[in-house]
């Protein structure tokens, strides 16, 4: 899996939009970017997960640059719940053999009320 | 989405003696992964399981140590061998959502905190 790198710690005010970036410059061209996060004593939760076009779901919205080299996950209206451990992951697409997912250290959103 | 219940949720454990966790998933999945949480640490993959095959274990994990099971495509049991206290840590049981090219979400376990006395 190419490496990620992700600030360590960053704050959000509730109710403001969190921005997380992650720099994932050896992407290769069959690699997705997906993002999970985990909240203190729970496993990770799936987020979302992109190619190159922009995503949207229920939960978050993903910025991948034209490039690929990076990638930012906007939380729109962060609330106190949001608090987590936030982690960037590339991985290549499926295609039916080994699927090794390697976490880097993530960075801690903290969402202050 | 999967569900996946893991037992135990937590346990104390004396130096020297071995625990099973077990890994319940609520739908047929060909891998299930296992991962290591130490305190304040991310996760680190311990090995990948599949049905009717021998676990793939990574780099710095061995078999003795940490035997898997993998029984059918709803279960599977990682033990920890001869338990120190540098075992403490969350372990966590993983599988992929849905199989098949432009997939490969993963869902977690809640975790196993295990603390080593």
């Known amino acids: 899996d190419a490496k990620t790198t992700q600030p360590t710690s960053m704050d959000c005010a509730e109710g403001r939009a969190a921005n997380l970036p992650c720099n994932h410059s050896?992407?290769?061209?069959?690699?997705?970017v997906y993002w999970y996060r985990q909240i203190h004593s729970q496993g990770p939760q799936y987020i979302i997960h992109g190619l190159k076009n922009n995503e949207t779901n229920e939960m978050a919205s993903l910025i991948i640059t034209e490039d690929r080299k990076s990638s930012t996950l906007i939380l729109p209206h962060a609330t106190l719940r949001d608090t987590a451990v936030y982690y960037c992951i590339v991985r290549p697409m499926n295609s039916g053999g080994y699927q090794k997912v390697t976490f880097g250290t993530g960075t801690k959103l903290q969402v202050i009320p | 989405s999967a569900v996946i219940s893991q037992k135990p949720s937590r346990d104390i454990c004396q130096r020297g003696t071995s625990l099973t966790i077990q890994c319940q998933v609520d739908?047929?999945?060909?891998?299930m992964f296992w991962y290591r949480q130490q305190p304040g640490q991310s996760l680190t993959l311990i090995a990948t399981?599949?049905?009717?095959?021998?676990?793939?274990?990574e780099s710095g994990f061995v078999i003795d140590k940490f035997p898997i099971s993998r029984p059918n495509l709803t279960f599977s049991t990682l033990t920890v061998s001869n338990m120190s206290p540098e075992d403490s840590s969350i372990y966590l049981c993983?599988?992929?959502?849905?199989?098949?090219?432009?997939?490969?979400?993963?869902?977690f376990g809640e975790g196993s905190r295990l603390t080593v006395l």
């Open positions: 739908s047929q999945v060909t891998m």
């Open positions: 993983s599988v992929v959502g849905r199989e098949g090219p432009d997939t490969g979400e993963l869902f």
């Open positions: 050896t992407i290769s061209g069959n690699e997705y």
């Open positions: 399981a599949n049905q009717g095959s021998e676990a793939t274990y």
